[in-house]
């Protein structure tokens, strides 16, 4: 009983607490106890582990198995300094052991590190796996994770992890977790084994899917283990409210038997597939080869070439409702971006890779001096994007961006950015960017970038600046900043601009209160204020109105209740302003320009919305919203919600539905009228996972705003490490009667596709 109320005591708040705890069992213990209690003191008193560990070399490579009765285990048992242990609860005041401790070991050859970990439970029903799709949320799940700064640079690291169901999930981050890529994927083995009393876990990272630093004598690494049965974080090193704060990390000396050879992955693909389209009388039968390659000439430094990579494979984007004027934002998820991607996570994203099409060839060029990290892109592409100066299109276009950052101090660093597309029409459509980070006492994060855009042939110019101030913590956390994009800025192709032609402050703050009584897990309260002017414009309205040179404005405020049954209640209200200038023709026009005259529109809108769900924290969850107020000058009314749910273990399903409505009134030449709109989307995910090699996906989406309905289904099959089988169905079919009556039909496009690709590793 005292150790669960010692265990218990790891949500408590203050070392204080923790102190008259013990003192109470100290008094409250039988005199025949002393000894015993005198053992759970100690063991509460725990000292700081010494934080460095160094890899044994194993004769044998382990078989990767889940089970740690290989000879190299064995040997790093026997060696304290091959061995992390003492786990403690993470982000308390004091350290306090984990009740349920984990044991972690490292060893490598000369191609391998390997890495191995006992995690205790009290019951093998306490295990708690459901997650079999890579890279989905693990900490759902029971998970053991690891870090790997393989520069040592105290900002950066790769992370590795898998549940007791050997579902992997990894990616990269730096500047301690401020810019994560959790797209990257490398290749790596693992294998687990549940047993009465703990899980265990066996993984094999090929030095050659990581990148590191030559000369490093030391990595810096840590251990986290989350038990989800008790809701705990356990680790080796305790890094405090961040877990990916890599200055607080442990070391591991750098093996210095490692391959550290120039490596080549060269990756083929074929590829058939039968593609029906609306404007086609008939199905056409289609065929594809393309290469990947990618080549480590240096531990930091890889070379990767593509030609005409295909991504069918990839899953298409969701169907969203867009209530902003702002251009929504999507992730890239095409593998040959991937790595690299957090390269370009600045405050002003010049490059936007998304806005590259159809790749023809092309390459990337990633590397890192000491302090020093390079990056270098070169792509010839197709754009399907209507040109009215030059028809006829797909046109061909060439995108070229270098990008070098510079390390500073482990806090500090500045960055430059060259950005260049050509083609038919925009020709030297350049862009230049210099940024920089500063992050003081690990909590407050200053970011600045200054863009400069050109245009060769229109002789356009502008210029783009932002600076940021944040304090990141779990409980208060504030920030804001100053935004000048001026109103060109968006002759930039490459770039993701939601809106130009600002200049103006925006203010956050966010607060958390951990309560953990009266049935509240935590409050939550967030509050957010904008205020741009334009560049000096001005513009009379019909109505004769003043200097209007207020851009847009708005504030926005969120509350949010946190039970402890897992209940969720949130409320939240907006109001914004936006004004837009709209080009009126003369009627009747002129014989010369100008043709048009400018005319300011001003918008308000005021929104008001409520949200409850359940199990929000846990991968099975049911939510449900509702928003009403003004857009624009329609009133509006949206709701939604969905859920997602395990059937069973190898399965996963999510549902989920926004239906809006908007009703308006207004002057035209006949008179009054009322417009109507509404729009309603579906979208419907399963994954299926047959073994752990071959899988299933499927989603369909439905926009009434389209009119149809999209079917995008996946069949995956690893018949080798990196190598795959791809079988793909692609549909999207109307079903409304009066756009089917237009076209002709109902079927606007049907893809059925088969690639096999193939991992070469030299």
């Given amino acids: 009983m005292q150790e669960d109320a010692l265990f218990n005591l790891r949500r408590s708040g203050s070392a204080l607490s923790f102190a008259a705890a013990l003192f109470f069992m100290a008094a409250a213990a039988p005199a025949q106890d002393e000894q015993a209690l005198g053992a759970e003191q100690s063991a509460a008193a725990v000292r700081i582990p010494e934080g460095h560990l160094t890899p044994v070399y194993a004769d044998v490579a382990p078989r990767i198995d889940g089970v740690l009765d290989d000879r190299c285990w064995q040997d790093a048992a026997r060696r304290p300094t091959a061995t992390a242990s003492g786990f403690t609860y993470r982000g308390l005041p004091y350290l306090l052991w984990a009740k349920e401790q984990t044991t972690a070991y490292v060893a ?26 890579r890279d989905a949320n693990l900490w759902y799940d029971d998970m053991f994770e690891v870090f790997l700064d393989t520069f040592h640079d105290r900002k950066s690291a790769y992370y590795f992890a898998v549940n007791p169901l050997n579902t992997q999930m990894d990616g990269y981050f730096s500047e301690e977790g401020e810019v994560e890529n959790r797209n990257w994927d490398g290749v790596w083995y693992s ?21 590191f630093g030559l000369f490093n004598g030391e990595w810096g690494t840590n251990f986290v283990r989350f038990h989800k049965h008790t809701g705990d ?62 080549a480590r000439f240096l531990p930091s430094m890889s070379v990767v070439g593509t030609y005409k990579p295909d991504f069918a494979q990839v899953e298409a984007d969701p169907y969203r409702i ?43 060029f990633l590397g890192r001096v000491g302090p020093t990290h390079l990056y270098v892109l070169s792509l010839d592409a197709a754009e399907y994007l209507e040109d009215p100066e030059n ?16 390390d500073i101090t482990e806090h500090a660093s500045v960055g430059a950015t060259g950005i260049r597309r050509t083609g038919p029409t925009w020709r030297d459509n350049d862009g230049l960017s210099a940024d920089a980070a500063i992050s003081f006492n690990d909590e407050v994060i200053f970011t600045g970038q200054f863009v400069r855009v050109l245009d060769g042939k229109t002789d356009l110019a502008d210029n783009g600046l932002e600076m940021s101030l944040a304090r990141w913590t779990s409980g208060l956390s504030l920030g804001g900043g100053y935004r000048d994009l001026g109103p060109d800025l968006d002759i930039l192709k490459t770039a993701y601009i939601p809106y130009d032609d600002v200049r103006g402050y925006w203010a956050w703050a966010d607060y958390d209160l951990w309560l953990y009584r009266w049935g509240i897990k935590k409050l939550n309260w967030n509050v957010e204020h904008e205020r741009y002017l334009n560049h000096g414009t001005i513009v009379k309205t019909p109505f004769g109105s003043d200097d209007q040179r207020l851009q847009r404005e708005g504030v926005n405020g969120e509350f949010g209740v946190y039970l402890q049954n897992r209940l969720t209640f949130r409320t939240f209200a907006e109001a914004n302003y936006r004004a837009e200038v709209f080009k009126i023709l003369y009627d009747p026009p002129p014989s010369e320009p100008p043709y048009a005259f400018p005319v300011r529109l001003n918008f308000e809108n005021r929104y008001y919305a409520g949200s409850v769900g359940y199990n929000l924290e846990e ?19 949206y709701w939604g919600g969905g859920f997602s749910v395990n059937p069973f273990s190898r399965l996963t399903l999510a549902y989920d539905a926004d239906y809006e409505l908007l009703d308006g009134t207004f002057y035209n030449e006949e008179g009054l009228e009322e417009e109507h709109y509404e729009f309603i989307i579906n979208r419907l995910h399963a994954d299926l996972n047959i073994t752990d090699e071959l899988a299933a996906r499927f989603f369909v989406q439905s926009s009434s705003d389209l009119g149809h309905y999209a079917t995008n289904a996946l069949l995956s099959y690893e018949f080798a490490k990196g190598s795959h ?6 549909e999207k079919r109307l079903y409304k009667d009066h756009l089917r009556k237009k076209l002709g039909r109902r079927l606007l496009d049907q893809l059925v596709f088969l690639k096999v690709n193939y991992l070469l590793a030299l």
């Fill in 108 to 133: 490598n050859d000369e191609e391998y590190l390997y890495l191995g970990a006992r995690c205790e439970v009290d019951s093998a029903d306490h295990v708690v796996a459901r997650i079999l799709m």
């Fill in 191 to 211: 294998a687990t084994f549940v047993g009465y009393d703990a899980w265990t876990l066996e993984m094999k990272i090929p030095f050659r899917s990581l990148r």
């Fill in 233 to 294: 974080q356990t680790v080796w090193r305790d890094p405090g409210e961040n877990l990916l704060r890599v200055s607080l990390f442990g070391t591991m000396d750098a093996p210095p038997r490692r391959q550290t050879r120039p490596v080549v992955d060269i990756q083929p693909y074929l590829s058939g597939s039968y593609r029906d389209l609306v404007k086609t009388e008939k199905g056409e039968f289609d065929h594809k080869e393309g290469l990947d390659v990618a």
């Fill in 322 to 364: 867009n209530l902003t004027d702002e251009e929504l934002f999507y992730p890239e998820k095409r593998p040959f971006f991937l790595e690299g991607q957090e390269y370009f996570d600045t405050p002003i994203l010049a490059f936007y890779s998304r806005r590259i099409g159809d790749i023809e060839y092309g390459g990337k």
């Fill in 391 to 406: 028809p006829g299109g797909p046109h061909d276009y060439n995108f070229s961006v270098a990008r070098v950052k510079q």
């Fill in 619 to 637: 991968w099975s969850s049911v939510y449900a919203f509702y928003e009403w107020g003004k857009h624009f000058d329609y009133d509006l009314n």
């Fill in 725 to 730: 089988v791809y079988l793909v169905y692609n």
